[in-house]
């Protein structure tokens, strides 16, 4: 079985443009900025790696940003954007950001909440009413060994606190056997075409895996923000994002569908044998529906999404302009789930060992429990999505770097690999 998979990886490499496109340097040299800290033949070896992932056909391409005291220390793009187009990957190429997508949905809740729009404290029901009807499931054994689901009352209402932070019960259907998340299955959530106002509905049907603020727990909490979101702002999440945050960054490729034909044609696709990306559900952004999928639907660029970054290094500010205050930025990414928030972990905590997670983002609030640990420093931000983009903001460092890239097979082996040869590649 391994051989044939190798095999197969081996025949689409044929297909591939096997040289990388340098974005800003030459190959193999590198223009590092006078005060940066990295080492040119170091860095050297990123371009090795990636070069070696499309040569031997486990990826279609990759595009590489990593920028220190805002300047970019190293910037590459590798591969294609498609096997059939052939077509270099650019800064315009766009990418399916999946979970990403809640980094972005989590910092614009945060300047409604600045507004005063809503509370971190409000309960869910105080905006979407079927919420105050909603049931814990707890998995009862039987002595025979089967289990059944008991629908019992919350211990206290679901938050806008517990869906910023993924404490809220609510979960996905995709991952995981649990009775709850087999409901969530059983339930076809994405049948037809829905809007988040209907899908919160649909949500708020289902049982939630465990007690409000019990558990960190991966789901649909940040699409039933986003619908809270629109209800207090009287707008379609995609205005808000725009007024608040893409506008201002000026992420004008940024979005949740992709309907002009010439920019359809930038989209980034992952290798024909690798394109199942597992949540349950299908992510063609050229296919408009009424869902702006808050959680896991919007797309975007190099150029674009450096921007976010490099707003989320400079705390909350960018070329001058405020997108969330001092105060909420460090409300934001501060430890919500640690000791005394009474928030537990299990198998599914995301964020990883040696992370903590705040409102929309993890952050290392430790060196893990592995020897030796993993690369980086405290207070480091970071999410990843679906199909490998990832992102690391190393304010101790003033550096962040963002990978784009369409493999959901390869993304974990990828993104560990390129955090070990980028700290690898840093001189202090």
Not at 168 to 195: M, Q
Not at 327 to 343: C, E, I, N, R, Y
Not at 371 to 378: E, T
Request: charged share 20%; hydrophobic share 40%; aromatic share 10%.
């Amino acid at each position: 079985m391994h051989a044939s998979h190798l095999s197969r990886r081996l025949g689409l490499a044929a297909l591939l443009t096997v040289a990388t496109a340098p974005m800003a340097v030459a190959e193999g040299t590198f223009d590092i900025p006078v005060g940066a800290h990295f080492n040119p033949e170091k860095l050297a070896k990123v371009s090795e790696f990636f070069k070696n992932e499309v040569t031997t056909g486990k990826i279609s391409g990759a595009i590489v940003l990593i920028q220190q005291h805002g300047k970019p220390v190293y910037h590459e793009s590798f591969g294609v954007q498609d096997v059939v187009s052939k077509a270099p990957i650019t800064d315009q190429t766009i990418f399916r950001l999946f979970s990403m997508t809640k980094a972005i949905t989590s910092v614009v809740a945060m300047t409604l909440i600045e507004d005063g729009k809503m509370k971190l404290d409000d309960p869910v029901a105080k905006y979407i009413p079927s919420f105050a009807n909603v049931k814990v499931g707890v998995e009862k054994k039987a002595e025979d060994g089967t289990s059944t689901l008991e629908l019992v009352p919350p211990d206290r209402p679901p938050t806008v606190l517990d869906l910023m932070r993924q404490t809220s019960g609510i979960t996905y259907g995709f991952y995981g056997d649990s009775l709850v998340r087999k409901a969530y299955r059983a339930a076809n959530i994405y049948a037809g075409d829905f809007d988040l106002a209907e899908f919160a509905e649909r949500i708020a049907k289902l049982p939630l895996h465990n007690q409000p603020g019990a558990l960190w727990q991966y789901g649909h909490s940040t699409d039933v923000l986003a619908r809270i979101m629109e209800i207090v702002s009287g707008k379609s999440l995609f205005q808000i994002d725009k007024q608040k945050l893409l506008d201002p960054l000026g992420m004008s490729d940024t979005g949740f569908f992709v309907t002009d034909p010439a920019k359809q044609k930038l989209l980034a696709q992952p290798l024909p044998n690798d394109s199942d990306f597992r949540v349950g559900r299908e992510n063609n952004p050229t296919v408009v529906k009424k869902w702006e999928s808050a959680s896991g639907g919007m797309v975007s660029t190099m150029s674009d999404f450096s921007k976010f970054a490099q707003m989320l290094l400079d705390g909350g500010q960018y070329q001058g302009k405020t997108i969330l205050t001092p105060s909420a930025f460090k409300l934001m990414t501060t430890d919500q789930v640690g000791p005394g928030s009474g928030v537990q972990r299990d198998y599914f905590y995301f964020p990883g060992d040696g992370f903590g997670f705040g409102l929309g983002l993890a952050v290392r609030t430790d060196p893990g429990n592995a020897k030796p640990p993993p690369p980086g420093s405290l207070g480091e931000l970071k999410w990843d999505g679906a199909s490998g983009c990832y992102f690391v903001i190393d304010p101790k460092q003033d550096m962040f770097f963002v990978l784009l890239e369409q493999t959901p097979s390869e993304r974990q082996r990828v993104q560990r690999s390129l955090k070990q040869l980028i700290y690898e590649s840093m001189e202090n």
